[in-house]
């Protein structure tokens, strides 16, 4: 059996996740969690080999998940399921470690296939996706996208900084670097080009 592990932040897609995976006779969902960082408990907890995640959760997005389960020697391999068409998204899980990514439109007898595919060794990444995942080069370190993500949702500097514990003076230097990076008039600005990118 190919135990997976589903993570996704709406329920009704979490469930339907679950039955879809439950009807194939070799593939046991093992867990589900609703948010990154239970996700990350709870595969340290059931050692699942196949752990199936979308990119946008609330406490730890599906990428941070994917390196923070690399980093700490989990054998579990990372399929991305997200609605995000963008090669920037891409790049940024191959990156984190990923094995698969799939698109949620995608036919539903590719969501199996892809499990097995990536517990066989091999990768599961949409065709399309691919051919254009070596596009523009993201410029922005890891803290500048955490930066510049809360800006973007309209955080203050002071609220930046208290939640990530930096000083003021940093989170404005990280803003401005990512700011003049992207060619961006303010961090709202920055914020979208970073989206639509698949850089945020």
Sequence with gaps: MIRVLLAEDQSMVLGALAALLGLEPD???????????????LALATRPDVVLTDIEMPQMTGLELAAELRRLGSPARIVILTTFARSGYLRRALDAGAAGYLLKDSP????????????????????????????????????????????????????????????????RNYLSEAISKLGAENRIEAARIAREKGWL
């Design 108 to 171: 539903s007898e590719r969501l199996a296939d892809a499990v097995r595919r990536v517990h066989a060794g091999l990768k599961a990444i949409d065709p399309e996706l691919a051919a254009g995942a070596w596009g523009d080069a993201d410029p922005l370190t890891d803290r500048e996208r955490q930066v510049l993500r809360l800006g973007g949702e309209g955080l203050s500097t002071a609220k930046i900084a208290a939640d990530l514990h930096l000083s003021e003076g940093t989170v």
């Design 27 to 41: 593939i046991e969902v093992v867990g589900r969690a609703r948010d990154g960082r239970e996700a990350l408990d």
